[in-house]
Every structure is written in C-alpha cells, then in structure tokens.
C-alpha cells in the first residue's frame, strides 16, 4: 500500500507525539528535550498547514509550519519541520510530506519557507535541497545539546507560484 499524505486531525497527536520523541532521541532533529503537550504543541505550530503521511492505517510522519515573526511584513514566511517514523526513514516518505507542504503553504499565501536542520542531518539536507531550498548559510555553534555545540544549516525556498 502506497503512502498518502493528508490534514492532520487533533486525534493524530498520539502518533505524532510519538515520531516527534523519536526524532528528539536521534540527538540531531531539534533542540528541544522534551515533548511538549498538545496545547503547546498546537499554538507552535500553523494551523492551516499541518499533515501526517499515512501507510496501512498507521501514522509514518508528520509535517508543519511555524511562523518565523509576528510581523506582518513577514506573514509569508514560515518555518519547515518533517519528521519520520524511525522505521519509515529512507523510504520517501518525507520528501513527499515536504512536496505536499510546499503545495499547502503555497495555498495559503506562503511565499518563503526556510528550514534549520543540524549539519549532521545529512539525510534530511539533501532531502530539503532535492524540493527546491538552497543552502543560504551556516549558524555556527548556534546551540547546545547535551553539552554539545551544533551548527544549523540555514535553508529556504522561494515560491515559485507567488510572485
């Protein structure tokens, strides 16, 4: 069965908060350290722009927005987070949560989406570069986890549709 990618619904949050702690014990997917409640969850992130990727009835990944600014010179410019259920990484099923993002936020009215992924996530870099962001700088030693520096690549794609 093939993997499809829909709207989130609130009683997706147990899958979801589930792939997210997965990403958190990866060390490399975010600086949080915790999993937050739904109603933490639910303010952080875009509303309108929320899916999960489905396969055999299970929940196998999710994808969201965040706004960057509260300005509203910068009400199109949104935050990128993909995230993948450990046993389905490698398998495209991000990139087509990422494709099918990029289409939702173009919807919407985003024009600019950027994405800080740690240097060491090799897998979701060409992932991100393969959908159309480019690489526009590095934040070095930017934060630290577990008493460790990271470096966070700064990617972002521009709207081809939203001129």
Known sequence: METAVRSFLKEDWHAVSRIYKEGLETGIATFETACPNWKTWDAKYISRCRLVAVKDHQIVGFAVLS???????????????????????????????????????????????????????????KMHLKCGFRVVGVREKIGMLKGRWHDNQLLERRSLKIK
Do not use: C, M, P
């Not at 990128?80 to 991000?94: A, P, T, W």
């Not at 993002?101 to 173009?106: N, V």
């Open 67 to 125: 706004q960057v600014s509260k300005r509203d010179v910068y009400k199109g410019v949104a935050e990128v987070s993909v995230y993948v259920s450990k046993n389905f990484r490698g398998k495209q099923v991000g990139e087509s949560l990422l494709r099918h993002l990029i289409k939702a936020s173009e919807d919407h009215g985003f024009w600019t989406l950027q994405a800080n992924i740690f240097t060491e996530n090799e897998a979701s870099i």
